[in-house]
T-cell receptor, first 114, second 115 residues
Framework: DGGITQSPKYLFRKEGQNVTLSCEQN?????MYWYRQDPGQGLRLIYY???????QKGDIAEGYSVSREKKESFPLTVTSAQKNPTAFYLC?????????????FGQGTRLTVV | AQSVTQPDIHITVSEGASLELRCNYS??????LFWYVQSPGQGLQLLLK??????LVQGIKGFEAEFKRSQSSFNLRKPSVHWSDAAEYFC?????????????FGRGTSLIVHP
């Protein structure tokens, strides 16, 4: 089945540590995205990538980093510089198209700083 | 810059009643609009989308939405709500960047269904 896989589902991190969230898609989509979700704030864009080896900052990129070495993979690293990392993180992908296309989402990773 | 406003944080309806969730957008060009639904602890599922053509859009699970350019709105409706519809609903506008449309989301509306 085609889809987006995020792992792990739950992640605990000690303060001061970097942690990497995995996102893999087998939909052959060109674009991939990372969103952060906090209660009452909807989804806010962290980073996005249109093609391999290229990515752009979203609205809240500070304290995060990404890479796009393969079309299928778009890992997100939450660094120690992120002051409030506890949140629900969602990865999404979409295809390019003239008529526009919707984003497909993974099941999310809940990160908790302990 | 594009933005989406969902003015209702919570909506409570009785099972079998009709539903309307409001969404207003701000976007300088032709908007591409979406409604997503999210169950607790899960990802988002697309309910419906509007790109062009007929302003009344049908989606999954009996939902529909109407695009009104003059009001910058894209309200979601369902004639009869089921208890399983209780969830968080997000409206989004897609802004063109390169070859794709990056979704900008509203803050969401939480739907509570009473038996």
């Amino acid at each position: 089945d085609g889809g987006i896989t995020q792992s792990p589902k739950y992640l605990f991190r000690k303060e001061g540590q970097n942690v990497t969230l995995s996102c893999e898609q087998n939909l052959n989509h060109d674009a991939m995205y990372w969103y952060r979700q906090d209660p009452g704030q909807g989804l806010r864009l962290i980073y996005y990538s249109q093609i391999v080896n290229d990515f752009q900052k979203g609205d809240i990129a500070e304290g995060y980093s990404v890479s796009r070495e393969k079309k299928e993979s778009f890992p997100l690293t939450v660094t120690s510089a992120q002051k409030n990392p506890t949140a629900f993180y969602l990865c999404a992908s979409s295809t390019h198209g003239q008529s526009g296309s919707e984003a497909f989402f993974g099941q999310g990773t809940r990160l908790t700083v302990v | 810059a594009q933005s989406v406003t969902q003015p209702d944080i919570h909506i409570t309806v009785s099972e079998g009643a009709s539903l309307e969730l409001r969404c207003n957008y701000s976007y300088g060009a032709t908007p591409y609009l979406f409604w997503y639904v999210q169950s607790p602890g899960q990802g988002l599922q697309l309910l419906l989308k509007y790109f062009s053509g007929d302003t009344l859009v049908q989606g999954i699970k009996g939902f529909e939405a109407e695009f009104k350019r003059s009001q910058s709105s894209f309200n979601l409706r369902k004639p009869s709500v089921h208890w399983s519809d209780a969830a968080e609903y997000f409206c989004a506008v897609g802004s063109r960047s390169g070859g794709s449309y990056i979704p900008t989301f509203g803050r969401g509306t939480s739907l509570i269904v009473h038996p």
